[in-house]
């Protein structure tokens, strides 16, 4: 997922500070939390584009 994709999926711009990317994911995930009648896929998704935004991804996605 590219960063471009992550801001599109919460709805910011690409260039937001943590604390706005963090208030964004909870909005979105609260709408499409599992728990509450949501797609486990979109949670995921929503969780990566997180972590994108945040820098925190874990490498490329290859298992090698």
């Known amino acids: 997922m590219t960063k471009r994709e992550a801001a599109l999926i919460l709805g910011i711009r690409e260039n937001v500070p943590a604390?706005?990317?963090k208030?964004?994911?909870r909005k979105v995930m609260v709408?499409?939390?599992p728990d509450a009648g949501g797609s486990h896929f979109l949670a995921s998704k929503i969780n990566e584009a997180k972590d994108v935004m945040l820098g925190k991804t874990k490498g490329s996605g290859?298992?090698?």
């Open 19 to 21: 604390e706005k990317v």
């Open 62 to 64: 290859s298992p090698f």
């Open 31 to 33: 709408a499409n939390h």
């Open 23 to 25: 208030e964004a994911h």
